[in-house]
């Protein structure tokens, strides 16, 4: 109850740069703040993750999305890539990612997801073939990364279970 009350005021809060309505039932990452958000869901093992890109990995995203979506089609783990819109207003980039592990996921981002955090809390044991979704998008001159990612078998049934999370994301700058 806390920690849903805790994320009910991040995203209210109002300098947030990432606002959106939190999973279900789904296990927050401790450290989840108004930049870096991620969730756990233990009987799928899926994760889901939002985040601003660090200033330091930005580039416009004209440039980011080719790049990205060739870099991820020589690591062999592009199912496909094409625009998409979702949120509230937010247009960005959508990659279908086939994976190995979760491990491969992370390591496919090519640094734009962090390694720790929820990602730790998925047990060594579920080396399973998963698939992934990463979108990329630009709001206001920031990057920010969406990434979902569950076992393939629960792959389609899962996003559709969070497709309320997705729809209510908003990117906002007001620093």
């Known amino acids: 109850m806390t920690i849903a009350f805790s994320l009910l005021w991040i995203q209210n809060f109002a300098s ?4 959106l309505t ?13 930049t870096a958000m991620a969730w756990l869901e233990n009987s799928t ?27 991820l089609a020589n690591q062999g783990v592009l199912e496909s890539a094409d625009q ?15 994976l190995s592990s979760p491990s491969k996921m992370i390591n496919s981002s090519s640094g ?41 078998e629960s792959f389609d049934h899962v996003l559709n279970a969070i497709k309320p999370t997705i729809d209510s994301i908003q990117l906002n700058k007001f620093h």
Request: hydrophobic share 35%; aromatic share 14%; charged share 15%.
């Open 84 to 98: 998409t819109s979702f949120g509230h207003g937010n247009q960005g980039y959508r990659y279908l990612l086939n």
């Open 16 to 19: 947030a740069d990432i606002m």
């Open 112 to 152: 734009l997801l962090p390694k720790g955090g929820v990602f730790g809390k998925i047990p060594k044991d579920t080396d399973v073939p998963y698939k992934g979704m990463l979108i990329i998008t630009e709001k206001q001159g920031n990057l920010y990364a969406i990434l979902f990612g569950s076992p393939r």
């Open 22 to 34: 939190p999973p279900s039932n789904w296990q927050a990452n401790p450290t989840n703040n108004s």
């Open 45 to 71: 093992k899926s994760v889901f993750v939002i985040y601003k890109v660090p200033d330091s990995l930005s580039f416009p995203l004209e440039f980011v999305a080719p790049f990205m979506g060739q870099f």
